[in-house]
């Protein structure tokens, strides 16, 4: 459970920061040292109702302080949002790191900003806190820069939908693209459009590549908001997608969690063709669509390739396990 910090919390949060300071000294993890975080900044943060603890049935486990308003450190960083949740204080139990706890903190932090009308998180962290830069990249935050007055990492991460406008989803087959994009499409109220349904016509047969393209050009056209998912990397329409969009989604998962998921759909749509595809694309698995899905990779660093290009220009979101995105859909 995570709540707000009361006054009998504060014994228990002064040992528990002892103890998250020593950790990270033993990982030359510098960050803090004897004198901070302690008992009183929490006393500070308890008055001003601004720091949360996660209990848990031995007691506190972690915690975080959230603020509003300005920041005079952040002044040199070239942020996304002006208004903002700023995170500070965030530890949790080393006895309990990897049982996401941090997560945990990290998506109430994110919750409680969206309730608040913020439209982004921020936060800093010490460039030799690996995990903690870790558990930031897993949810979605964005360096920004380096802060030089406190030798910190600045981070964001985006909690409006202003974003959300034009979405491309990209990704290995079996990681779950059609789903994703029907979610969000439910979700952000958008124009949904696959590609297979474009580019294969009956009986697999495929559509000459400049009609496909023009069914595309025409589709980004005709609708301001939509969400659009497939490869397609050897069409022209992969760069008038990029361009088109201004949200990338990169599903990233590895190449066993892709094969379980074509698995999964093979056995759901054995010997019949799935609603979103031509009649007559009857699902199956040949050794070439496995060869495809094996050796994706060489694909997989064309997409990256791209994405870093336009790291500035679009909101790239890159999610490494089904967990990671679930965490992420949660919040929007």
């Known amino acids: 459970m995570i709540r707000l910090a009361r006054q009998e919390d504060l014994e228990a949060l002064d040992a528990l920061s002892v103890r998250a300071v020593k950790a990270m000294r033993k990982q030359n993890i510098h960050q803090w040292d004897e004198d901070y975080p302690r008992k009183r900044h929490f006393v500070e943060d308890i008055k001003h109702e601004r720091l949360f603890v996660y209990e848990a049935k031995t007691g506190i486990a972690g915690a975080m302080a959230l603020f509003e308003g300005h920041e005079e450190a952040y002044e040199p960083i070239d942020w996304l949002r002006e208004k903002s949740l700023i995170v500070h204080r965030f530890f949790v139990d080393p006895a309990s790191q990897k049982t996401g706890i941090g997560s945990a903190l990290v998506l109430h932090a994110i919750k409680t900003g969206q309730k608040r009308g913020a439209s982004s998180i921020k936060i800093d962290t010490y460039p030799a806190n690996a995990p903690m830069r870790k558990l930031l990249k897993r949810h979605q935050f964005s360096e920004r820069g380096y802060i030089a007055s406190i030798h910190r990492i600045a981070y964001e991460r985006l909690i409006d939908r202003s974003f959300l406008n034009r979405i491309v989803i990209l990704g290995r087959s079996g990681s779950g693209k059609t789903t994703l994009a029907r979610i969000l499409g439910e979700k952000l109220s958008s124009t949904v459009l696959h590609l297979d ?93 496995l060869q495809y899905v094996t050796f994706f990779d060489r694909y997989r660093k064309r997409i990256e390739g791209r994405m870093n290009a336009l790291n500035h220009k679009k909101l790239i979101l890159r999610f490494s396990s089904r967990q990671a995105l679930e965490d992420w859909l949660s919040t929007l």
Not at 216 to 237: A, C, Q, S, W
Request: contains cysteine; aromatic residues 12%; positive net charge.
């Open 197 to 289: 349904t474009v580019y294969w016509l009956r009986n697999w047969t495929a559509l000459p590549k400049r009609e496909f393209q023009e069914k595309v050009r025409r589709f980004i056209k005709e609708n301001p908001r939509f969400v659009m998912d497939g490869n397609y990397l050897h069409t022209p329409t992969f760069e008038d997608r990029l361009q088109a969009a201004d949200t990338i989604i990169l599903l990233n998962y590895d190449r066993q969690e892709a094969l379980k998921g074509i698995i999964r759909r093979e056995e759901e749509y054995k010997h019949r063709y799935r609603s979103d595809m031509a009649s007559g694309c009857i699902e199956e698995i040949d050794q070439k669509f």
